[in-house]
């Protein structure tokens, strides 16, 4: 029974992969990301995303705050900071949040406040939905090392 369960996560798995891929809210690097998970350090991928969940957690509270102000908005910091998150989203493989993020950074080039606005509202829709769904990746690879009795097991596509 328990070989069965794994199977059905294991192709669970699969499945959301796949329509992640389709969906374009996951590029290649995510696979290559994968690839350095191995049995030394079954929880490698796990770890860093959510470092960058967590960082960009705060860049997303960040943008926010500034945006608040029309005024006082330093468009010049914001692009550095959407540098960092597009830099960062492009090494997991979140292909989505990296695009917003570039028309985001074009908006705040041309310090266009209505246009960050806009972007921010779209990344963070992106953003959150992709967060929801690695989550729910993660928790699928949980229960599939459960149901395997084993303490590792890689995605595959």
């Given amino acids: 029974m328990l070989g069965l369960d794994a199977a059905r996560l294991e ?3 699969s499945r959301l992969i796949t329509h992640l891929f ?3 809210v996951l590029d290649e690097q995510f696979m290559q990301l994968e690839q350095l998970q191995d049995e030394s350090s079954p929880n490698f991928v796990c ?3 959510s470092i960058y969940f967590r960082e960009s ?3 997303l509270r960040n943008f926010r705050y500034q945006l608040a102000d029309k005024e006082l908005i330093d468009y ?3 692009g550095i900071h959407l540098n960092q998150l597009m830099g960062s989203s492009s090494s997991i493989g979140a292909k989505r949040v990296r695009n917003v993020c570039i028309a985001f950074r074009a908006a705040a080039e041309q310090g266009n406040w209505a246009r960050c606005l806009f972007s ?10 992709f967060k929801t769904r ?3 990746l993660f928790q699928m690879e949980q229960q599939s090392v459960i149901a395997a009795g084993i303490g ?3 995605l595959s596509p």
């Fill in 11 to 13: 192709a669970d798995m």
């Fill in 152 to 154: 590792y097991h890689p």
């Fill in 76 to 78: 010049k910091k914001m």
């Fill in 134 to 136: 690695l989550h729910e």
């Fill in 47 to 49: 770890e860093v995303i």
């Fill in 22 to 24: 389709q969906q374009g």
């Fill in 57 to 59: 957690d705060k860049m």
């Fill in 120 to 129: 921010l509202e779209l990344l963070e829709h992106e953003y959150y939905y």
